[in-house]
């Protein structure tokens, strides 16, 4: 087997391949434009700037957003997460969140319980990552600050319905951040009709653009204390950061090549359609599915249904170490996964795989069925070896 040729299974990770359209906006960037946004009032800056709206409104139309000013570019979820909850949450504050959250969500979430005294509930979810939509209703108080919520598991590849979820919050009066982090560009999110508040999304996984972009959606009312404060490029004249948006959260130099990408990707995902690259994704995983029922020890992880899920799946083989399992991948048959907790330690424990993790396989956009026949092949065979060498 020639294991120099690679199959990419970790899209949930990062996706790759990227769209020739994204690299080849990065470059005419690099080659044609160079200039820094709404900083020096030549061609090249208003060229810059140009690349910055267009972004923009590329998201906006994805995720039906009125307000496009109001997405704050950041350098990914993780950054845009922070923004949020260190921009909005005060001492006291009462935060509802789930046990399905990454640590872009828990860690800052635990550090503000420690440094501000911001209370936070997290409501439990089963041993298929799903969590309780009953528990999370009751949990939401009159005076709870914000509901966190995951909107699928890069661990279980569990969803939550999020028009359910908005519902809930709306009815109960309680703003509704998103982690769309997995789902942006392969699920559907329109922020009017799932009630959303604020969506964190990340640029380098679904919407197929470089590593270091992403941003933050905050909804019209809604105003947050900024994290970084610098230079814009705007009303230079005042030492004070200027309040309007997006210039009051972006401070300094954006990642202008990456947007540059990130608005080709997201192009990109629009021309194909949410709704296609999901039933290309659910083909993959169904056929994965169920050609993994026939694995010796082969335990899957998650719901079984596509309509509850995303096409990240969590596997274990029996009596071996899932990184083990991941590193033979690799080092055997060219396939590249991702073993371990995934950044996140409670949503294993839901699942029961705590604290050796699961073997992620996350499908995307360009895989083929042929890459699911290989990963089957392969974890076929080591389930069947003796050494487990
Ligand atoms: C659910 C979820 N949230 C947040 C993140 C953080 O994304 P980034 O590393 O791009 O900030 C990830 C990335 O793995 C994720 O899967």
Avoid at 101 to 123: D, F, I, S, Y
Avoid at 147 to 173: C, F
Avoid at 218 to 227: I, M, Q, Y
Avoid at 308 to 337: C, K, T, W
Wanted: hydrophobic share 40%.
């Amino acid at each position: 087997m020639d294991t120099n040729v690679i199959f990419y299974l970790d899209n949930a990770a990062t996706s790759f391949p990227k769209p020739r359209e994204v690299w080849e906006a990065m470059e005419h960037y690099f080659f044609h434009v160079g200039g820094n946004p709404g900083r020096s009032g030549h061609r090249l800056s208003h060229e810059a700037s140009e690349i910055l709206f267009n972004t923009r409104e590329a998201l906006s139309h994805l995720f039906n957003i009125d307000t496009p000013e109001r997405i704050v570019f950041t350098k990914n979820a993780t950054e845009a997460i922070n923004v949020a909850f260190y921009g909005f949450l005060k001492p006291g504050d009462r935060v509802v969140t789930t046990a399905m959250e990454h640590n872009a969500v828990m860690r800052p979430l635990r550090h503000l319980e420690g440094t501000r005294g911001v209370e936070v509930k997290v409501v439990p979810a089963d041993s298929q990552g799903v969590v309780d939509l009953e528990a999370l209703g009751q949990a939401l108080e009159e005076d709870t600050t914000v509901l966190v919520v995951n909107h699928a598991s890069n661990v279980a590849g569990s969803l939550v319905d999020l028009e359910k979820v908005g519902s809930i919050a709306k009815g109960a009066g309680v703003p509704l951040l998103v982690d769309g982090a997995q789902t942006a560009g392969c699920y559907y999110v329109d922020v009017e009709a799932m009630h959303i508040s604020l969506l964190a999304f990340t640029g380098h996984k679904g919407l197929l653009g470089p590593q270091g972009t992403g941003g933050l959606y905050v909804a019209p009312g809604l105003e947050l204390d900024p994290l970084i404060r610098g230079g814009t490029g705007s009303n230079s004249e005042r030492e004070e950061q200027p309040l309007f948006w997006p210039d009051v959260h972006e401070g300094g130099t954006l990642n202008v090549v990456g947007l540059a990408g990130l608005g080709a990707g997201v192009e990109f995902v629009l021309e194909q359609g949410v709704e296609r690259i999901r039933a290309h994704e659910g083909r993959l995983f169904n056929s994965f599915w169920k050609g993994a029922q026939g694995i010796p020890g082969l335990i899957l992880y998650g719901p079984e249904r596509w309509e509850e899920r995303v096409a990240v799946v969590s596997i274990n083989l029996e009596g071996q170490d899932p990184a083990h399992v991941g590193y033979v991948l690799d080092r055997d048959f060219g396939i590249m996964v991702r073993p371990g907790l995934h950044c996140a330690p409670s949503a294993h424990k839901s699942l029961g795989t705590f604290p050796t993790g699961t073997v992620r396989v996350a499908f995307g956009l360009f895989n083929t069925e042929g890459d699911v026949e290989r990963v089957l092949e392969a974890l076929d065979t080591i389930a069947r070896r003796r050494d487990h060498g």
